[in-house]
């Protein structure tokens, strides 16, 4: 079946640095990649949605300048977390939409922990 | 909006036993529901799905009929293995032009030999 990978797969750093999140669709195209943000407990967050070649859209409350994504090829997006504070530790997912295989059908990687310090 | 409730786990059984996990909605439009698994350590899987009411959804021993009249897609499986420990999280997408996957708040399954 399809795969999705997420690189890394976690991640610690220090209060004030960016770290930067790969997702990626190993055998398919996606032209669409969702990027969720999943606390303990909790339900996935929708943060974003990219679509490749454009900008991306953001939820309502996500700061678009604080998460940069990136959606430059049709089987890589980026999310780029910037100055990360402690309250952004948490467990990042990236989804991809298959093209072909119709709006309802999404993969998602195994999701990337992020601690900061 | 939209919402998927899920009932709280951990949900534990032991090997062979039956399994239900609720799940309700609200939805503005028709939703199609979905079901997806997370083994530990890994992404999320899709289950089984359906489209629109009466259809029933299975895959691996797990069906889940989608009722409209409760609103509810609940999972159920005759006969749980250990290998069918992991979080399952009910979802829903409306049919009606663009949309994204609302989740549930996921419910863990652990299942003892």
């Given amino acids: ?117 | 909006g939209d919402s998927v409730t899920q009932m709280e786990g951990p949900v534990t059984l032991s090997e062979e036993a039956f399994l239900t996990i609720n799940c309700t909605y609200t939805a503005t439009g028709y939703p199609s529901l979905f079901w997806y698994v997370q083994y530990p350590g890994e992404g999320l899987q899709l289950l089984l799905k359906a489209t629109k009411a009466d259809d029933k959804g299975s895959n691996k021993g797990f069906e889940a009929t989608y009722r409209k009249e409760t609103t509810s897609f609940h999972l159920e499986k005759g006969s749980v293995q250990v290998s069918d420990s992991a979080v399952y999280f009910c979802a829903l997408i409306l049919n009606s032009g663009y949309s994204t996957l609302t989740f549930g708040k996921g419910t863990m399954l652990l299942v003892s030999p």
């Fill in chain 1, 1 to 117: 079946g399809a795969v999705v990978s997420q690189h890394p797969s976690w991640v610690i750093c220090k209060s004030g640095t960016s770290v930067k999140i790969e997702c990626r669709s190993l055998d398919f195209q996606a032209t669409t990649m969702f990027w969720y943000r999943q606390f303990p407990k909790q339900s996935l967050m929708l943060m974003a949605t990219s679509n490749e070649g454009s900008k991306a859209t953001y939820e309502q409350g996500v700061e678009k300048d604080k998460f940069l994504i990136n959606h430059a090829s049709l089987t890589l997006s980026t999310l780029t977390v910037t100055s990360a504070h402690p309250e952004d530790s948490s467990f990042y997912i990236c989804s991809a939409r298959d093209r072909l295989a119709g709006t309802d059908t999404q993969y998602f990687g195994p999701g990337t922990r992020l601690t900061v310090l």
